[in-house]
């Protein structure tokens, strides 16, 4: 029978966290508990929905599929130490809340990180590069449709004209017309 | 979901963690980025005792030429094959089909020795590394030896690799210019193949057509005796023994198995 | 300038992107400080009688508090829908039979969370299996019954008393029938279920709970505990995602009462994705057969669905749903004779709720079928066909053979502006010269045209509005929103009365002592009913601070008017002359209006929408190209949360047409348990949105407004699945279930290549 305890030494958005815990603990449970950040949602069982998502020393990882002791000495991000407290929104935080790139919130947290780390691997994405690079993060409100331009507006892009582009790359579209508002009848 | 309870140990360096699994053999488990181990163990599916965390092993993580081949590190990250430029201009393959690898996230923990050891036939890795001629190189307290990724795989989630033994090193020819593609064909941009097919400088990889990654010996014999492609590449289901679910039909995939042929060696010939 | 109409950002979203919302799983309130954990020992069988329970062991495990089976439980079974045959009740943990896979069986409660799923695996149950019952058709045979008491396993019909007429195709020069699988979804909302529960010294439990409905939910929630409703406090924390699926109360949510009171502490309850996929109530399922009939030149003349659907294992509110789906049969369409009936029957699976669209998408996918079926037939474009069968816009109101009035409509102009929109003309071209070259990759185009019900089941709804002495405003309503933007929204109606800046208006909702009465938000009501209160209250308050300004200002209330500037009442024309404020008013006294809106009637939103799709008649693999929607909702308050709605209705509508399906082999076993296997679509999966605004007002209230929350669902599904089959309707394909998998696109393929039909 198992059920010794390790140390951790984690660094959790810039501030030192320490603790004895389980082997088995998962780091997403680490952070909810253990640290009491609790932006970082558990949406599944099998490293499909994204939902846990946070940055280890900077690249994006599901913490539900990370065990507390793999990250011992490392440097965790989560969606709180994003944006400092009282102050400025997070560029991608404020292009999610622009585009209304967000519902009932609960992939936020980890759609957010996903797309931080997205484009700190690619600057300047196409409208495909940014569904194929969340295609590891689910979202049942939204449609992807305002995350996708989150995303493109955080990477300094015109998401209308990015969309368009991305239409009039196939033959099949004769007549696109992206709504953000559009003509009313 | 959780898993169960374990021991866990996190050796400084190979050597520790080879005697750790001499010691502990069949009842530890290796945990490298833990993206099929993890998932394993939070459905109950599979419980170790002890759980050895060669992740912080430094000297298993590289890519570099070595005389003909390419040796890369079983600690290496599919983020890294898909970002390395060595296997950008020596063997284009790889990055190919680490990109396709599961999610961001699961590309920033997977590793190529994780993959290899788990030994699942829906896996890309192996299919690709089998179409490379590659080879596995295990090490244990015993010894080292390699074993060619022809002769690794022994059925579905098994191997030739001994309790005791740790893939430290995946080899692979430098393919250089010759001819390449990976077709690979799901359901969803990140689910399993339903089926792959890795094509390199003739050889043909199958993804999820047996028990085990296989090889299209008959597409590859028709081929070398100068078949057209479409004639070779209607030989890629030959010998092969698909799965049936709720994805595909048993005749559906060995059909696919030949389409995706046919185009990956279409896309491999530059026609 | 009106604020109403503008894209005004959420207030919720600054929490929500700095700290997170706060889910039931996130809370740390202080009443539940030292809460036990709840595990459940679930089925892994769907049909089989319990032959003994082993707890001893988990008992013993580290943490466990207690073991509970269903016979230490004193709680009677329940019927769960009302109207349900009424021997098909659910107990709480399964004693005798489990009849799905996932059925709560035992529970264990925990000290810590992670000693829950250990003892669990502790506790021994043996089994005798007893047949499995999936098919539906098996189901109606009745030759495996679920509850032998009950001597059926039709839990309700639907007009299945009277035999369907037999001329009804007379006359008709052309009749099409077809069987139609519109298969289960699983909701799979992001949240999945969570509870807590704490009873206080007082006799009462608060229950924290993720629901659509607090106070659907504390009834439901009392009556199952036999309890009075004012013994029930609900408090509804962040909800992630509904869908319908968390209207009112699950089950769990009682037993995690009834197990805080037993236990005498605090119990909390969230469960895993795998065991919601099996837990939560499912959407859809139903097997129906279509029957239209018409003349050559393209007038449908009679119409008939027949429809098995699928309750589950214990009848919930999916039982009631084929009620909307006959109701809306006949869909845009001015059918001179439509027939329906529906049986609802159990069957050894999750039981079934609602689910966006509930009832509404499943009329829609069948008329919109026979209508492609009818087309094919005639060797009509299925776009000219529908134009020329719709409703004509000078006859609303209009009566329908579904038996509802449909309040408003402009069908036909919203077919020709989807088709403007999309280039319809050009796209048939393009289609035409793919089939010509013979390309691999083949187009398919898909036009819908739907109309539905919203704001169907409750029509009332409160509001009350109070400017406080500081000028803040509290907003409190009935309404429940989980991702829909109600704190912004309903803020903008009461600004737009006021002159308060929405920054200073919090709206309450969720809790049960706070908010007396409330119906939620489900089948895209909320607007409708609460958010016309809010806009009533808030306009009542503006009479009120009138009333209350006219001694100050000394004018007569009729001379007043507010100056939105500056939130104040002011005297008409008197540019600079006195004026009061609402923040001064209520310094001076409460400033609050409480009021009901009625809306007496719902509303029937419409739309069409034109699917793009790309076959690749080689492999079977479809990809969604385009799809361009009107929905037609009325006048909306804010496009940003209009188009939102519509967005991920749009995807889900892709999304059942394309990939999703709950599947369970024949034993009962579900195969699609977890986000790995069942068909959840990804951004890669889909193209962005093409939107054509069109605004219709309803009569029925006085914003016009009609919902808009499951209309890109309805709309979108049968529009892609048209899309496919129209890709390969050159080869002789005519229909292929949903979802169109490779698999089944290519199987279509080789069977119309075969001559087979």
Redesign the interface.
Known sequence: MSGNTVKVDITVNGEQTSADVEPRLLLAHYLRENVGLKATNIGCDTTSCGACTVLVDGESVKSCTVLAVQTDQRSVTTLEGLSPEGGELHPMAKAFREEHGLQCGFCTPGMVMAAVSLIEENPNPTERDVREGLEGNLCRCTGYHNIVRAVLAAAGQDPDAEQKREAESDASRTAPGFSTGGAGA | MIPVAFDYERPDTVDAALALLAEHGEDATVLAGGHSLLPVMKLRLGAPELVIDIGRLADLNYIRVEGDEVAIGAGTRHRDLEASEVLATEVPLLPAVARTVGDPQVRHRGTIGGSLAHADPASDLPAAVLALNGTVVLRSARGERQVPITGFYTGVFSSVKEPDELIVEVRVPRTGAAGWAYEKFTRRSNDWAIVAVAVVDGRVGLVNMGPTPLRASATEAALAEGASIEDAAALADQATDPPADTAATREYRRHLARLLTKRALTTAAGV | MSIMGT?V??V???V????????TD?L?DERLTGALHLTLVRSPLAHARITAIDVEGAREAPGVVAVITGADLDLPPALLFPAANKAMVRPWLATDVVRFVGEPVAAVLTEE??QG??AA?LVAVDYDPLPAVIDLKAAASDEVLLFPEAGTNTALGFGVEDAFDETLFDGCDVVVTREIVNQRLAA?????RAAAAVWGDDGRVTIFCSSQNAHIARDEIAGWLGVEKDTVHVILP????G?GAKIGADPEFALVAALAKRAGRPVRWSE???ENMTGMGQGRAQLQTVTIGGSRDGKVQAYRIDVLADAGAYPRLGTYLPAFTRMMAPGTYDIPKVESRARVLVTTTTSTVAYRGAGRPEATAAIERAMDLFAAEIGMDPAEVRKLNVIAPEKFPFVTQGGVEYDSGEYA?AIE?AQE???YA??RA?QAARRERGDARQ?GIGVSSYVEITGGGAFAEDAAVEVHPDGTVTVLTGTSP????HATAWAMLASDHLGIPIEKITVKHGDTDLIPRGSGTMGSRSLQTGGVAVYQAAGELVELAKQRAADLLEANVDDLEVDKSNASIVVKGAPGSKSVTFAQLAEQEKLAVSTTFDSKKPTFPFGAHVA?V?VDV????VTV??I?TVD?AGPVVN???A??QR??????GISQAL?EEV?YDEDGNP??A????Y??????????????????PTPINPLGAKGIGEA?TIGATPAVQSAVVDALSHLGVRHIDMPT???RV??AIQAASKGAK
């Open positions: 894209r950002v959420r919720e979203d600054p929500f992107l700095t700290r997170g919302a706060t889910y996130d740390t969370r992670y799923p250990d695996d799979a909302p992001l949240e999945t962040d909800v992630g995602g869908f895993s994705r795998s102009k502006r929109a999309a280039g050009e796209l393009e187009l989980h991702g829909q933007g793009v790309e080689e492999s079977g693999k190209e385009r361009v037609d496009p940003l949360l188009e939102g967005h991920g209705g749009i995807a889900q990939l599947v195969l699609t977890t986000f790995a296997d068909g959840f679509p990804s951004a890669a999966e889909l193209p962005s949105f093409e939107l054509v605004d069109q605004a219709t890109g998998t490779p698999l290519w199987e």
